[in-house]
């Protein structure tokens, strides 16, 4: 069974920067499609970025595009996430998963491995 391990988040002020990393216990993190997810307080995951295996294609939710950047280091099974101009509105607690499903389709948001969290805070 893979476990997956996020560290990175914090507490910044508006308009700062932070980078998510996601680490993998097995090598079998470098052949699934891996993504970053938020939950808000009594509300449902959100994806907010998916990388597929290859490298090849990303998707963005709109209301992070230009500001956050998804990417993978498979010589260290990690999955990063650099997020930059952070609002007060991206405060959540953020999930790395991992998974064979399609990032060009919702169904990512069914993966089979999550890890544990990491808050992300961003004051006013």
């Known amino acids: 069974q893979m476990r997956l391990a996020e560290s990175g988040g914090g507490l910044v002020q508006s308009g700062g920067s932070l980078r998510l990393s996601c680490t993998a216990s097995?090598?079998?993190?470098?052949?699934?499609?891996t993504a970053w997810f938020r939950q808000y307080p009594g509300k449902e995951r959100e994806g907010v970025a998916c990388?597929?295996?290859?490298?090849?294609?990303?998707y963005y939710d709109d209301s992070v595009k230009g500001r956050f950047t998804i990417s993978r280091d498979d010589a260290n099974q990690t999955l990063l996430l650099q997020m930059n101009g952070l609002k007060p509105e991206d405060t959540a607690m953020y999930y790395c998963?991992?998974?064979?499903?399609?990032?060009?389709?919702?169904?990512?948001?069914?993966?089979?491995?999550w890890g544990q969290g990491t808050q992300v805070t961003v004051s006013s």
């Open positions: 097995t090598s079998r993190f470098n052949t699934l499609n």
């Open positions: 990388i597929e295996w290859t490298g090849i294609y990303t």
């Open positions: 998963a991992a998974g064979t499903q399609e990032c060009s389709t919702q169904a990512f948001l069914q993966f089979t491995y």
